[in-house]
């Protein structure tokens, strides 16, 4: 397999919070010792709940934050250290799609401008062929009569379009990976499995590798090569197969937690009644961070705390002191 | 589920919701026929842009704050017109023993100076006559699933996660006894885990008072969970009802079918025009 084009080397990333009560702050680590490879055409989703970093890690991936500690590397070097001409490939090779189309895109920019900008702040074509060229990009994420497309501004755009667009000005610099936040939530079902066939269609044409962060284990099981669950600031499992064989108690929660899509197999109305109380988790210093929400716990979890290590013969990498006896 | 009672709880007829947006004529709600029966919980599934938010909210009576165009037809709550009654008459129903609402965004509704319990209180009693009732306050709670009720009547909204403001509005919209509650989109913007917990506690509420539900939701996989009949809602019209089963199984129109199958395998019925 060719080496990674993007790597977290022992990364962590901590934000000072405001205590709610007004005195102090806190310290939180939103990444903590975060290892991970992203590779050309490989698309890897990031999944886990609110608060659970994952998003962290794609501001990491885009240079938007530094990490606190640690390294992240595009082709074997420091992002830190990337000098001019090195940096300008980082650019070019790494893009990005965001979570809400309507604030990523300029309102006050039609369509062209906002794709022209990159065309000739990268220089990729002759002003002569620029429009030729941006009618081929949007024809190429599905927005047909192109041309229609041109002068209109992001407010006479539905969400699916302007996300297209979106994608458009990510893929027009062919890059080798795209970072996207939670590309998805923002839309509607029905246009979510359009955005959704795009990008599979993108990779099989292009080659080009995604970072997809998203709460939608669903949609991440239609799509992901390799899913990582992160849960607090670390991955607790990664893994090709995490959706059918979850080696990780966070990872079987999760996938516990998904609604049925059969409605003879519905959960709620066969159980009903049983009074669910609303668990306030706490942060627990030392061991496993999953512990307190874990119905497995044992004496060790609460000493020691578990690191990513390869389950069984398979490819699952989990952070659980008992992942073996569970996927067994 | 009960079986052709006489009459149902609530009954819209040909219900016209038409609104201008920068001149536009928007048909959100066009021509409605909707019924609730007493003790049911129904889904009114669609979209963005269905209509489904503006039918629930043109049903309470609270309409867009935009210039209204046409609003006709007929909402019936156990038999009275509700666009026939007075203020007076409407409030004593939000009150007691009629309807009431919860939203997707619990920060939205809730006061931030108040403590919850105080939001609770007034909602027991809104003309402010009397003490506030404590001890309902926290059987309230204690009904919605917090452990420790006195804690929480004690905090702020804002030091409550999603799930639990979530639970604090249910609380108050129970103040008034409802035999109907709408919940728009209740879960939407909370996490997995904590969505089916929030499910499980309307589910068990809805149970235990022989309450009347009706979930308005774009996720299928909250009907299939919660509702025995759904309506499909497109462009301010019924697609479909049926009951839940049969939506699955042998959905009627080509629109249910796709928003079926997407909700079993996400990338089928892709491809289609925006």
Redesign the interface.
């Known amino acids: 397999m060719m080496p990674p084009i993007l790597r977290l080397n022992n990364v962590s990333r901590s934000y000072k919070t405001r205590n ?1 009560d007004g005195w102090g702050s806190t310290v939180l680590r939103a990444a903590a010792d975060v290892t991970l490879d992203v590779y050309e055409g490989q698309t890897l989703a990031i999944v886990g ?2 608060g659970s970093g994952k998003s962290t890690l794609a501001k990491l991936l885009l240079m938007l934050h530094p990490p606190s500690s640690g390294d992240v590397e595009f082709r074997g070097a420091s992002l830190a250290k990337l000098d001019k001409r090195r940096r300008s490939e980082y650019r070019r090779q790494v893009q990005a799609v965001f979570q809400d189309p309507s604030s990523s895109l300029n309102p006050q920019m039609t369509v062209e401008q906002t794709l022209g900008y990159v065309v000739r702040r990268h220089d990729l074509v002759s002003d002569a062929d620029q429009r030729g060229f941006l009618l081929r990009q949007l024809e190429s994420v599905g927005l047909e009569p192109a041309d229609h497309y041109l002068t209109r501004y992001p407010h006479q755009l ?4 302007q996300q297209r667009i979106a994608i458009a000005r990510a893929m027009m610099l062919e890059p080798k990976v795209i970072i996207a936040d939670e590309p998805l939530s923002s839309l ?7 955005v ?2 795009l990008m ?1 269609d993108l990779r099989t044409r292009t080659n080009v590798g995604f970072v997809i962060i998203s ?1 939608d ?3 991440m ?3 992901a090569d390799v899913t990582a669950v992160m849960y607090r600031g670390r991955i607790v499992e990664i893994g090709k197969d995490v959706y059918d064989k979850p080696a990780h108690p966070y990872t079987r ?2 996938l516990d ?13 066969a ?8 668990v ?1 988790s706490v942060r627990l210093e030392g061991g496993c961070s999953f512990r307190d929400r874990c119905p497995y716990a044992v004496e060790i979890c609460a000493t020691s705390e578990p690191v990513l290590r390869p389950v069984g013969a398979g490819e699952t990498k989990a952070a659980c002191h008992r992942a073996d006896e569970f996927s067994a | 589920m009960s079986t052709a009672p006489s009459a149902p709880l609530l009954r819209v007829s040909d219900l016209k919701v038409h609104f201008r947006v920068a001149d536009r004529l928007v048909r959100a709600v066009d021509g409605v026929e909707f019924e609730i029966n007493a003790g049911e919980c129904v889904g009114v599934v669609g ?2 842009g269905s209509g489904k938010s503006t039918l629930v909210r043109a049903i309470s009576r609270l309409m867009p704050n935009l210039p209204l165009d046409e609003v006709s037809g007929n909402v019936a709550f156990e038999g009275r017109d509700i666009f026939a009654m007075n203020d007076r008459e409407l409030r004593a129903l939000r009150r007691s023993r009629g309807f009431s609402m919860i939203f997707q965004d619990p920060l939205g509704y809730l006061n931030p100076t108040q403590r919850v319990g105080r939001q609770i209180a007034e909602a027991l009693s809104p003309d402010g006559r009397g003490r506030p009732d404590r001890v309902r306050v926290q059987e309230l709670l204690d009904e919605v ?3 420790d009720p006195a804690r929480v009547a004690r905090r702020f909204p ?2 409550l ?1 999603g ?2 403001r979530q ?1 604090v509005m249910i609380a108050i919209a129970l103040a008034s006894d409802p035999k109907l509650l709408f919940a728009d989109e209740p879960t939407t913007a909370l ?3 904590v ?3 929030v ?3 309307l ?2 509420l809805h ?2 008072r022989n309450m009347a539900v009706a979930i308005i939701t ?10 025995d009949r759904v309506y499909v809602m497109q462009t301010g019209k019924i697609l479909e009802t049926a009951s ?2 049969d939506l ?1 199984e042998k959905p009627q129109h080509p629109y249910s079918a ?2 079926v199958s ?11 025009p ?1």
């Open positions: 709610p709940e609110s539905s969400g699916g379009q509607d079902v029905s246009i979510q499995a359009q959704l066939q599979l709460h284990l669903a949609a099981q239609s799509i929660l999760l937690a998904r609604l049925a899509s059969n409605p003879r197999h519905g959960r709620i109305r159980a009903a009644a049983t009074k669910t109380p609303t306030r | 979209e963005s699933g917090f452990p804002h030091e996660s799930g639990m639970r996490d997995a885990t969505q089916l917990q499910l499980e506690t589910y068990r149970k235990e774009h996720d299928l996989g909250v009907v299939a969970e919660m509702c839940t089963v699955f796709r928003l997407l909700s079993t395998h996400r990338l089928h019925g892709a491809g289609g925006e």
